[in-house]
């Protein structure tokens, strides 16, 4: 074989298929994909609407409530079961029998209903449900979200969504909902107990279970946030919130309530087969999963480990970031599949084998069967390439226990499968190699034609029990199936013959020496209408051996591996290893006739080793497996050098003569590789399953966490190192400023190309930067509009394998601050609020206020605000912006006017006047824009003037006896309002006085300024009467008086300003009339 000097590199997928909830895993990367909300669109009871599920919990969101059923662990019964499987030998079924410690809490929403339930952010990933014999239910394309709103008829919504891999649910309270309206009840938990009124404890009896720290907040409009204190009250089984202060006209988010602690593990995961798409490389994976069922009852119960597994197929696209869909499929018995294959037609339909004890299991009509025949069957299913449709179901079997284990297709499209059977009655086909049941238990070979009808059926076995595991086929030896697995019958059909009919294969006798003891491996090879057995040899030492798979080249020739005790294996190659201690892996090939054996060698260390499969990449082997050794071959360029604890997965490049390449791959339980798809020199993919926390899982794959007792995984893997070195977690370029990105690979063609993407939420979104590069750097010039985060990822994808890489942390990318808004110029009232508002686009932005060009004193927020404006607070604002990747930027002008109140200057005073003259009432008021209301008072009640003008002056032109009253104006504004001292009118009705001369009379000065005199040059001035100053239209002047001699009294107006007025006065029934001009 050629020589290919191969690296390393892993790419894995933890798949969740059943209610779990376990610790993350501890990776490099960080955990991006949520688990999933799945409709119910008919797979589960009616009252439920959908599930989630994670790490230790269930979550499922029925009509009424939301259940979270918790898994605490597993607990041994003290018993042992029967649990055959294609991955263990005759000597290995025997296992404990395991049963879950569950615990299921209730939670619903006390005092209000559910009024609706709103998906949000549909995710690709559809679901199929293909269970029990009714296609009348079977379920497809069932949509999955990343979050569920909960409507409730109190003002509020619960918003469940994930976190970090946890659940998570939030309260968004309506504007002006009471809070305390939200009353969370729990129903089934142990107790409820508090943590510094912020963290609530769920006791149960798989433990505590904590939510995280509680808090409470309101968006102020320009992605920041207010907090709320928020805190917990406990009242037996109900939890409420107990909020401090907050605008109860915005929404008030209570947030998180998240699920801080978690439990145990749920049920059994294990994917046993992969294969790769050849026309778009998406990857296949079955296996079966613990089904996860509602539960029955709230409080502390336990269930079954196994007994209730479903089969699953799932596809994911080729760099493993989407589960593009799942399909379950399955009875109400056992389901487990073992092995899948590809239609060769372009529909590439999935064909899956494995074994089935449900009486309902999925089958369709016109083939095999559609009854279980027996206690356990064999199946055999066809899904379409999308999953969605069964196209062929059926059961093959007889009255005991059957399984198939392999199954392959030719260019024909019929299909070869094999496995074990306990069946005396086993669909044999008449005319095949063997028809009758040998007694313990015998391996069979079958095809089904493109027809759908069963072209051959064998058994294969001796007296003893035998199983055939793995079947292949060769591109030269045209529709012949070639089978492995294990026997202990001595009595093995052999091949070929020699002339005297005495077996002449490369082995005639089992362990060599004809014993029974132990078991053996073999190689089987049938003629293409399974009549004849071409090729049959033992393969096995002084221990035992299971041959697991089964590789034909080009030239016809098998090759097997699988696991050995035997210390004295016959070998023949020239890998530097011999026999280790406990079980090894083994490979050994046959010649074209099965007459000798040309390839043999252990490959393992001191603890036990299998090799699990193998395929030819075009240069070598490339195999997979499992061991528990710490001295395993790893070669120096190993991806993972030491085993990590319990057993690890291994892969392995093996020519001739020479382990190119062999790394462990596990983590710190146990964890094997079942499946290995070798797409070239550079690609495998591998599968299998683990009980691991810590394997690698780079690229932010579909999932990252172990979720189950076991979990099935898979891996896209290279033997080329690849690694991005820039950027790291310290960079912080501004967008328009360039930034190289730098990867090292080794064994790629230096002709290839990469492809560059960017991520700005690390990795839940990408956009291509460049494709084709061709080049080991890429000097990237960010874009001006490069959006501002500090989570960006940058992703390298080499194109000829499709694998990606992840730089090492997540960095920022600043960008230029730009202001996308701000305040509008306002006019304010005097003791109300200012806020003034900037909303910039920008990393590291700091703000700096100024008020009339003079900066402001801690105003160094987005939002600035003055809680009770004055007149001091008028003037013009803006904000000097500076950030990480600008300066000198500054906000437009914002003009800030404060309006007082309405008041009084002066006000109304009381007014006189003759009938028939003018009445006036005059004001002086503070503020503009002002409103006036004036009313008249004349009986009980204030009437509006309807005809008064809305000014501070109101005139009543010729008054009037019943204009008498009190009279008053109201003055408002968007400011306020105020009310004018009120006005009393009198009317004098008596006849307008004759004005008379005297020249006994002299008033002067004439003009004055203030003080006026009156003199009478005969001493009259004691019989002055009325004594007053009035202005022209015989308003009378508020006045003092003082007499100042016998014949002097002077007369004083207080409120008058520049102008013509008369002074006049009584003497017995003459009046006096003399004009004045006063100047102010």
């Not at 497809?140 to 709103?149: D, E």
């Not at 408002?972 to 009705?989: F, H, K, P, Q, W």
């Not at 008596?990 to 009156?1014: F, G, K, L």
């Not at 009378?1036 to 409120?1055: A, G, K, M, N, R």
């Amino acid at each position: 074989m050629k020589q290919n000097t191969p690296q390393h590199f892993w790419y894995f997928i933890l798949l969740l298929w059943a209610s779990s909830w376990v610790q993350s895993l501890s990776t490099t990367m960080p955990t991006v994909q949520p688990q999933h909300y799945i409709e119910n669109k008919g797979q589960w009871a009616d009252s439920i609407r959908y599930k989630a599920q994670y790490p230790g919990a269930s979550v499922w969101i029925t009509n009424n409530a939301v259940y979270f059923d918790f898994v605490g662990g597993t607990i041994s019964t003290g018993n042992k079961i029967l649990s055959p499987s294609k991955f263990r030998g005759m000597k290995e079924e025997l296992t404990d029998e395991m049963i879950l410690q569950k615990h299921c809490v209730r939670m619903d929403f006390a005092g209000a209903a559910i009024t609706s339930y709103i998906p949000q952010q549909q995710c690709v990933s559809t679901y199929n449900y293909v269970i029990g014999n009714s296609s009348s239910k079977w379920i497809t394309n069932a949509a999955s979200f990343k979050s569920v709103a909960l409507e409730t008829d109190k003002g509020y919504s619960v918003l469940f969504t994930t976190d970090n891999g946890k659940p998570r649910f939030d309260f968004i309270v309506k504007p002006n909902t009471d809070v305390r309206n939200i009353s969370v009840r729990y129903t089934g938990a142990t107790s409820l107990e508090y943590i510094n009124s912020e963290v609530l404890a769920i006791k149960t009896s798989c433990g505590v279970i904590q939510q995280g720290s509680l808090k409470a907040y309101q968006q102020d409009g320009i992605l920041q946030t207010k907090p709320v204190q928020c805190s917990l009250q406990i009242n037996g089984s109900t939890v409420q919130f107990k909020v401090g202060a907050y605008n109860k006209n915005q929404e008030l988010i209570i947030d998180p309530t998240v699920f801080a602690t978690y439990l145990g593990t749920d049920g059994y995961e294990e994917i046993n087969a992969v294969k790769q798409m050849p026309n778009n490389g998406d990857v296949i994976v079955v296996g079966y999963t613990t089904a996860s069922t509602f539960p029955k009852t709230t409080g502390t119960y336990t269930s079954p480990v196994s007994g209730n597994e479903d089969v699953f197929v799932a596809k994911f696209d080729n760099s493993f970031n989407t589960l593009l869909f799942a399909t379950y499929f399955g009875g109400s018995g056992t389901d487990k599949a073992y092995d899948v294959c590809l239609s060769t037609d372009d529909n590439k339909n999935i064909i899956v084998v494995g074994e089935t004890s449900s009486t309902n299991f999925p089958t369709t009509t016109g083939f095999l069967s559609q009854n279980n025949l027996g206690k356990t069957d064999a199946f055999i299913a066809k899904l379409n390439n999308a999953g969605t449709t069964l196209l062929y179901g059926t059961y093959f079997g007889g009255a005991e226990d059957d399984r198939a284990y392999g199954v392959i297709t030719d260019d024909q499209n019929s299909i070869y499968f094999c496995g074990e059977t306990f069946s005396s009655n086993m669909m044999i086909k008449v005319g095949s190699f063997k028809t009758t049941y040998s007694g313990q238990g015998d391996g069979f070979v079958a095809c089904i034609a493109s027809t759908n009808q069963l072209a051959y059926s064998t058994f294969y076995g001796g007296t003893g029990r035998d199983r055939c595991l793995d079947i292949a086929s060769s591109v030269t030896a045209e529709n012949e199936a070639f089978v492995t697995g294990e026997t202990k019958s001595a009595d093995l059909p052999l091949a070929p013959a020699d002339w005297w009919g005495n077996p002449n294969c490369a082995q005639t006798k089992i362990n060599g020496t004809g014993a029974t003891a132990t078991t053996d491996a073999f190689i089987a090879r049938f003629n293409g209408l399974g009549s004849k057995l071409v090729l049959g040899t033992y393969f096995g030492g002084n221990g035992d051996e299971t041959g697991y798979t089964i590789y034909v080249d080009n030239g016809s020739k098998p090759i097997i591996g699988g696991t050995t005790s035997s210390s004295n294996l016959n070998l023949i190659r020239n890998l530097p290893q011999g026999k280790k201690n406990g079980k090894d892996g083994f490979l050994c090939g046959t010649d074209l006739e099965g007459k000798l054996f040309n390839y043999t060698t252990y490959f393992g260390g001191d603890g036990d080793d299998a090799i699990l499969d193998l395929k030819f990449d075009g240069t070598n082997l490339i195999v997979a497996g499992k061991t528990t050794s710490n001295n395993f071959p790893v070669t120096n360029d190993a991806g993972q050098a030491e085993n990590k604890l319990g057993g690890d997965g291994f892969i392995a490049s093996i020519g001739y003569s020479t382990v190119f390449y062999s790394s462990y791959l596990g983590g710190t339980g146990n964890d094997e590789l079942r499946s290995v798809v070798a797409t070239n020199g550079m690609v495998s993919y591998v599968a299998g399953v683990t009980t691991s926390n810590g394997l690698p899982t780079p690229g932010l794959p579909y999932q990252q966490n172990m979720n189950g007792i076991s979990d099935g995984y898979v891996a896209k893997y290279t033997y080329s190192s690849f690694k991005v070195n820039t950027p790291v977690a310290t960079d912080k370029p501004c967008a328009g400023t360039p930034i190289n990105i730098l990867w090292d690979v080794s064994n790629f063609a230096s002709t290839d190309s990469y492809t560059i993407e960017v991520s700005p939420d690390n990795g839940a979104t990408w956009q291509v930067v460049k494709n084709n590069v061709v080049a080991k750097n890429y000097n990237w010039i960010i874009p001006n509009t490069q959006t501002g985060s500090t989570n960006y990822r940058v992703r390298v994808t080499h194109n000829a394998t499709g694998f990606a890489i992840l730089n090492p942390a997540p960095f920022t990318i600043r960008k230029a601050a730009t202001i996308t808004s701000q305040s509008s110029d306002t006019t304010l009232c005097q003791n109300t609020l200012m806020r003034l508002v900037v909303s910039v686009d920008g990393s590291d932005v700091k703000y700096q206020w100024t008020k009339n060009n003079s900066n402001i004193d801690g105003a160094t927020n987005a939002i600035y605000s003055v809680s009770q404006v004055d007149n001091s607070t008028a003037g013009t604002y803006a904000v000097k912006i500076t950030a990480g990747c600008t300066t000198g930027l500054a906000s437009g002008n914002m003009v800030v006017t404060v309006n007082p109140a309405p008041q009084f200057i002066t006000n109304l005073k009381d007014v006189t006047a003759f009938e028939g003259t003018k009445a006036e009432f005059t004001v002086q008021t503070n503020a503009t824009a002002i409103d006036y209301k004036w009313q008249v008072k004349k009986g009980a009640a204030w009437v509006n003037i309807t005809n008064a003008p809305n000014s501070t002056t109101y005139t009543i032109n010729t008054t009037q006896k019943f204009d008498e009253g009190k009279y008053r104006v109201i003055i408002a504004n968007n400011c306020g309002i105020d009310t004018s001292d009120e006005s009393t009118l009198s009317v004098t009705t008596s006849s307008v006085p004759d004005y008379s001369s005297n020249a006994d009379w002299i008033v002067y000065p004439n003009p004055t300024q203030s003080q006026i005199q009156v003199c009478n040059k005969t001493n009259m001035t004691e019989n002055i009467k009325n004594l007053e100053v009035c202005n022209i239209q015989g308003v009378v002047i508020p006045s003092t008086q003082s007499t100042i001699s016998p014949d002097c009294i002077s007369i004083t107006p207080l409120e008058a300003t520049t102008g013509l007025y008369f002074v006049r006065f009584q003497m017995g029934t003459s009046w006096y009339r003399y004009q004045v001009v006063l100047v102010k």
